[in-house]
């Protein structure tokens, strides 16, 4: 089974600030990594996603993520962020085998502030 | 492309109540998954489904809830009777079958308020 902890409930950051949001799993098998993003009264949308290969991975809207396997993480990072990236954001992980879902983290609220 | 189509968009309705929540999944994807998002829980997996046949139900929290796929292109969740612990946004989403690397497409969920 696969669990995942979203450090921080709630981030606030001025805009054209840097972010990191952090997020951390746990799993006894290889994983799939995934962050979406969620506007308000919107459903999840993908944000960006790990399968294999390069540790970095860059998503829309100039998000990227780094997979470290040593320390089970997989942070979200956006170098200078805009008014429009205020939302909620969810890690997820899944299983590489079989029909195994996503499991969600219980999301990170970021606040863009002028 | 038309996404995930979920209807309606909000629903209030009196405990007791029997509730129908439907969702019309984009067209080719063939798995199906039924979530439930509250301030308390986040989001919490209720169901899913491949080629219209449910894989894991363990995530419905009790007989109230139950959750058909007659066809490809539909599915609906019920909740017979309602109370207002079940008060929550209710999302559908939707990918293609072929491992846990496809990605899941949401819908704009249904918020429902039972009072």
């Known amino acids: 089974a696969q669990s995942v902890t979203q450090l921080d409930s709630q981030v606030p950051v001025f805009e054209e600030a840097p972010v990191e949001l952090r997020c951390n799993y746990s799993s006894s098998v290889s994983v799939y990594l995934f962050w979406y993003v969620q506007y308000p009264n919107q459903g999840l949308q993908l944000l960006l996603k790990y399968l294999s290969g390069s540790t970095l991975v860059k998503g829309i809207n100039g998000f990227e993520a780094e997979f470290n396997k040593s320390q089970t993480s997989f942070h979200l990072r956006k170098p200078s962020v805009h008014i429009s990236d205020t939302a909620e954001y969810f890690c997820a992980v899944s299983g590489r085998s079989g029909n195994t879902p996503l499991v969600f983290g219980k999301g990170t609220r970021l606040s863009v502030i002028a | 492309d038309a996404g995930v189509i979920q209807s309606p968009r909000h629903e209030v309705t009196e405990m007791g109540q029997e509730v129908t929540l439907r969702c019309k999944p984009i067209s080719g994807h063939n798995s199906l998954f039924w979530y439930r998002q509250t301030m308390m829980r986040g989001l919490e997996l209720l169901i899913y489904f491949n080629n219209n046949v449910p894989i894991d139900d363990s995530g419905m929290p009790e007989d109230r809830f139950s959750a058909k796929m007659p066809n490809a292109s539909f599915s609906t969740l019920k909740i017979q009777p309602s109370e207002p612990r079940d008060s929550a946004v209710y999302f559908c989403?939707?990918?293609?079958?072929?491992?846990?690397?496809?990605?899941?497409?949401f819908g704009d969920g249904t918020r429902l308020s039972i009072l």
């Open positions: 989403a939707s990918s293609l079958a072929g491992g846990p690397n496809q990605p899941q497409h």
